[in-house]
């Protein structure tokens, strides 16, 4: 055997570069199910299910192509003799049975498994070919570049970088229609204003229906595989329809494209209660297994654009998230891995609530986004940003706890895009590398952008912030801004929040951190004696 392809669970592409110059004659697929992959973090059944089931269609399609594939499944019983699998045990094995020449591999999306194939390679004396992956419009050398020629990174700019290079959402001068693209659609880079906005009392207009990927046979056998296996893991099956390949995932994306990146923009920063898709895209989960190219998805994005087919604004703010944001913290995280990931600059050092494994909550607005995350492994980025993320940030959570959760539940949770968004954007435990402020909100925000229904389901009141009726959310941030007053007055993007303090007099106020403090208790309590506490 000349070269090993090692292929992982989030590199489902067949045109990797880890396949160029493959031989089917004297190269071959190594994939392996682990189970280290799926309890390192507590990951959810969904989570697990797709990957696997993903892998299962992937190694399928290459074997039906000619590659020879040696794949591992993870059998329904664990052997409690046995100690753990990790992919480094697995591969060790698959050397010694195949006896390759070479290994080679498409970069990984995790720092923890690049070093731990490296020293395997290396175990086994032999080279480890680490090629680019592809599938990002921007290469980390290219982020650490940019990331140099700035004094502060902020992705306003190195999004504009991007659509330059790469003339999307670009257009001729005025009066020189036969020109070089050099501006922006529409003059403006930004249409966030447009964008953003909140329902109407009434709630928000019929929502789409996503597409629904019913399990194949294939498919059935991992989620059996993984209710077995793996059913004490936190998360639920029963609505498992994601897509698992290259076809199912182009579907999902034209759908998208027809049903609902028209108001995308106009509800991307919306929340309604039961509804967590609204006009959410769904498609993180298949682009991180790089069923899709995120050249496509902006293309087929702008197409619509210039067709007509959906306003500029709507098409700017979703192009922003995959040009921009997406980009952008991989970057972040390969130019500033590992000590990144141990950041903890508000030193926040609460474990995380108990109610997050479970959903189960008085707050409404926790229960239905961490329930609809358990029930699918999903939840839409504002849930993620300013509900179970703001909770965390305003509790003081210690952020590596934060991250193990993040890692854990969602379906697209991959560390390279997973752990900048917890870290720095939720919970600013980088103290404002990523984002040049903390996102911190009182229970209003939460209730505004509902237009009043989260909270009208609720025990508690937005509005209140000290005795029985208090939102947690709305007594936690009062004490937030109170805890790190002189942070949040030297940024000028927070001094506004932090001026409010003076209109609350000191009995209020030492009422406030009493009752913050009661609850960080009762939260510390219940984290000891509940599931998945960390060890
Ligand atoms: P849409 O709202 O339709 O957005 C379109 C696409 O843009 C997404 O599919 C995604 O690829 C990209 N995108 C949007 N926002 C971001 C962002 N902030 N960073 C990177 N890409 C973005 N995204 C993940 O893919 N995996 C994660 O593990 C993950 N963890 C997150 C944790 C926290 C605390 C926060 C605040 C955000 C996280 N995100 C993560 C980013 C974002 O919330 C999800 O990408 C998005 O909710 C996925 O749903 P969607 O495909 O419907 O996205
Ligand atoms: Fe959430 Fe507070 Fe509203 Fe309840 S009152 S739903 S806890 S924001």
Known sequence: LRHLVLV???????????????DPAQDAVWMAEVEEESTHVPSSQPRIALFLAAMRHFARAQALRGRTVHYTRLMPHRDPAAPPD?????????????????????????????????AQAQAAGLDLDVREDRHFLCSVRDFARHARSRRQLRLEWFY???RQRYRVLMDP?????????????????????????????SGPPPVPVPPAFAPDAITREVLALVARRFGHHPGE?????????????????????????????????????????????????????????????????????????????????FIRQILGWREYVRGLYWTRMPAYGQLNALDAQEPLPAFYWTGQTPMACLADAIGQTLAHGYAHHIQRLMVTGLYALLLGVRPQAVHRWYLAVYVDAVEWVELPNTLGMSQHADGGVMASKPYIASGRYIERQSAGRLCAGCRYRPGERV????????????????????????????????????????????AIATQAQAWRERSRAEAAAGPWAEP
Not at 179 to 195: A, H, K, Y
Not at 473 to 500: C, G, I, S
């Open 8 to 22: 992982l669970g989030d590199q489902l592409d067949p045109e990797a570069a880890a396949f160029d110059g493959f």
């Open 86 to 118: 990790t992919l480094a045990t697995q591969l060790a094995r698959a050397l010694a049975r195949l006896r390759p020449r070479a290994l080679v591999m498409t970069a990984p999306g995790e720092a923890r498994v690049l070093a731990a194939l490296r």
């Open 160 to 162: 504009r970088e991007l």
């Open 173 to 201: 001068a005025p009066g020189d229609p036969d020109g070089p693209p050099t501006q922006p659609s529409g003059g403006r880079w930004n249409f966030d204003p447009e964008n953003r906005e909140a329902f109407p009392a």
């Open 237 to 317: 099956l029963a609505s498992f329809a994601w897509p698992v390949t290259r076809g199912q995932a182009l579907q999902a994306l034209q759908a998208f494209i027809a049903q609902r990146l028209p108001d995308f923009g106009r509800w991307q920063d919306a929340l309604w209660p039961d509804q967590p898709v609204l006009w959410h895209s769904q498609l993180s989960a298949a682009l991180n297994l790089k069923l899709l190219h995120p050249a496509e998805v902006v293309a087929a994005t702008e197409a619509a654009y210039r067709a007509g087919h959906a306003p500029l604004a709507s098409v700017e703010g």
């Open 467 to 510: 005795g029985p009726q208090a939102c947690p959310f709305t007594t936690l941030y009062w004490d937030f801004l109170m805890r790190h007053e002189a942070r949040l007055a030297a940024n000028p993007r927070t001094v506004m929040q932090v001026r409010n303090l003076a209109r609350i007099a000191p009995a209020e106020r030492q």
